[in-house]
């Protein structure tokens, strides 16, 4: 063995990871087993093949600078002179090679130019998932124009807030979201030739009020724009936006440079992909984990991508097989759908090799997979917004990998939601693998990008951290370190949760505050206090809300209540359980306690209050009873 070698092999566990020990077994924290004298081996020479992958990355990773001309639209270009007749996208029956994907976005971008289009201006993109849309894209990308990707399931206010807080001069909509555009046109400020309409099935005509982008690029040239030459990794290129629980979402900044950084770690150190996989892509091109993570990597490699418009667990697999899909981009959620649909004993007869996404927890990591035949679980940490992300390119189990940014894990009262600073205000650091806040430090290199809004970016930000005059990014997670074996001295991370105020749910992140203004408006509320769950079978945490009525109030109308969360909230956001209390306990400040809702939950042998629960399917609330709680409790109520 050589000296380099060696050395690396000597590191203790203190730096992430057990060393070059075979003697006796140790104990994986990250998931829960020990490990024996063979499995230690194994592990040791299995992290020493992902070496040169690994220095790879580390190059990717060296800063560049601001002016440095790059984007994604340069890189479809370089795929379309390299590898013309390669699959770029399989949908719905279509297939497009590189070539001809290249040539459709420049018509596009043609078009965009001649309707006064240019390099900083903000476009409204509304679409599902199929090859068009990556056409539309990729065509603004070219020309430096921000393509602001909206949520396609928002309709009335929340969708003309979107339009209106990134000052986007056209709005594209697909054919199949015309009716939620033609249902809010009178409110934005926007005249009948600012609409762009990209045709779909073909049965509705063109709205009189927009322009038809596929008949206008019948009429341009298929050259590749000159203005991508001077398109620069600094340059916005997409507003992303967060779920929006009130149905006001945040837009997120989204840079050339942190578009490309991350789609070529995936690319090279996660998915490890190249122009001879195909990417099985389900999830919504307007998030970041969809267009980024996943379609990024592919973009990068030159890889075919096979799009679908949702997610089946039905025909994932058939699906995979058919059209040969090596890879696969997912959220936790989705694997736990997968898991559901009854097993075959082939089901591990596919060809895919490789896994990458957020939110595959422990609980079901490895029957998911085993029954798959997945060599490669690439999971990841990150946000649209934020300047911290983690990578498991070490293919350790149960971790969302390392990171080579500055991060730091300090101290936080759950139970008073709020960070924990000493007598000089300072953060304090926790102990290994004892959970703590993530925080990602803002510097020249590792910019905290934001959002559109100046205010809701600042209150994303710590200030005076560990020392005077710092700035760090306000994750609002829990993470821990674990031991995940060799691990050549890199600490690895586990997710924990979301702290107070915040908790995830059907992939999607909620804000405790803004669900609780919103129910807070129905006549009966006087006050509410919404917080995060655990529903056995399922990830993340549902919301719950403890409701205080008004005075004079004896019982909640849950008629009139139901109805008010379904109109005002989306499906993701809509508290699954409610519990009615007389009082409510405060801090000193009158911050809402949240910590011993938490512990109680909704069991009905815990809480004397009166419980309610909105069941699968259901649009109406209901008492909630002993018998459905058990339901819940098995993992068999239907969630």
């Not at 040539?103 to 965009?112: I, K, L, P, S």
């Not at 936080?412 to 953060?427: K, T």
């Not at 060799?486 to 991370?493: E, N, Q, W």
């Amino acid at each position: 063995m050589s000296r380099k070698v060696s050395l690396l092999c000597a590191r203790e566990p203190g730096g992430g990871g057990f060393g070059f020990n075979f003697h006796g077994s140790r104990y994986h924290t990250a998931c829960n087993t020990a490990w024996s004298q063979a499995v230690i081996k194994k592990d040791v020479f299995t992290t020493l093949a992902e070496l040169p992958k690994l220095i790879k990355v580390k190059k990717l990773l060296r800063p560049r600078p601001g002016d440095t001309r790059d984007c994604l639209g340069a890189r479809v270009a370089t795929n379309a002179a390299r590898i013309p007749r390669r699959s770029a996208f399989v949908c719905e029956g279509q297939t497009m090679d590189w070539q001809h994907f290249n040539a459709a976005a420049n018509r596009y971008a043609a078009v965009f130019r001649a309707q006064g289009l240019k390099r900083g201006d903000a476009v409204s993109v509304l679409m599902e998932n199929r090859i068009d849309f990556m056409v539309v894209v990729i065509a603004l990308n070219k020309l430096g124009v921000i393509a602001s990707l909206i949520n396609t399931s928002l309709t009335g206010r929340p969708l003309t807030h979107c339009a209106e807080i990134t000052g986007a001069r056209k709005f594209l909509l697909g054919e199949e979201c015309m009716d939620a555009v033609a249902d809010v046109r009178s409110a934005l400020p926007l005249a009948d030739g600012d609409y762009l309409f990209v045709p779909d099935s073909g049965e509705r005509a063109t709205p009189e009020w927009a322009l038809n982008m596929a008949d206008a690029a019948a009429q341009t040239t298929a050259d590749n724009p000159p203005e991508t030459a001077d398109i620069t990794i600094e340059d916005v290129a997409f507003y992303i936006f967060t779920s929006g629980t009130t149905g006001l979402p945040k837009a997120a900044v989204l840079s050339n440079r942190r578009y490309l950084l991350t789609a070529s770690v995936v690319q090279v150190g996660g998915l490890q992909l190249t122009e001879d996989d195909r990417l099985y892509l389900c999830l919504p091109l307007f998030h970041g984990t969809g267009l980024m993570v996943g379609a990024g990597a592919a973009f990068l490699a030159g890889a075919s991508m096979f799009i679908r418009r949702r997610f089946s667990a039905s025909q994932f697999l058939p699906e995979v097989r058919e059209h040969r899909a090596t890879a696969f981009v997912y959220i936790g959620e989705l694997c736990r759908y997968l898991l559901h649909v009854p097993a075959q004993a082939d089901d591990a007869k596919n060809p895919l090799r490789a896994v990458v996404g957020n939110g595959l927890r422990p609980d079901i990591w490895h029957n998911f997979k085993q029954r798959f035949g997945i060599e490669r679980v690439a999971e990841f940490y990150g946000s649209s917004e934020g300047n911290v992300g983690f990578f498991n390119l070490l293919n350790k189990d149960c971790t969302v990998g390392s990171s080579a940014l500055p991060t730091a894990l300090i101290k936080y009262d759950v139970d008073r939601d709020e960070v924990v600073r000493d007598a000089a205000g300072r953060c304090q650091p926790v102990a290994p693998g004892e959970p703590g806040l993530l925080l990602g430090k803002i510097t020249p290199n590792t910019k905290f990008e934001g959002y559109t809004s100046a205010e809701a970016t600042e209150k994303k930000i710590l200030r005076d951290v560990l020392q005077p005059g710092d700035a760090w990014f306000n994750t609002g997670d829990l993470m821990r370190t674990v031991d995940v074996g060799f691990a050549l001295g890199l600490p690895h991370y586990q997710f924990v949760d979301r702290i107070g105020d915040t908790f995830r749910w059907k992939g999607e992140n909620v804000s405790t505050n803004e669900v609780g203004e919103i129910l807070n408006l129905h006549p009966q509320i006087a006050l509410s206090n919404v917080y995060g769950v655990e529903v056995p079978g399922t990830d993340g945490r549902a919301g719950m809300a403890s409701l205080r009525l008004e005075e004079g109030v004896s019982s909640l109308d849950l008629d009139s209540f139901s109805t008010h969360v379904q109109a005002e909230l989306p499906h993701f956001a809509r508290p699954l359980f409610l519990r009615i209390q007389s009082e409510m306990d405060t801090t000193g400040t009158f911050k809402l306690l949240k910590g011993d809702l938490r512990k109680q939950g909704y069991d009905p042998a815990q809480v004397n209050d009166v419980l309610c629960v909105l069941k699968p399917g259901a649009t109406r609330y209901e008492p909630l009873d002993a018998d459905f709680h058990a339901r819940i409790v098995q993992g068999t109520a239907g969630y």
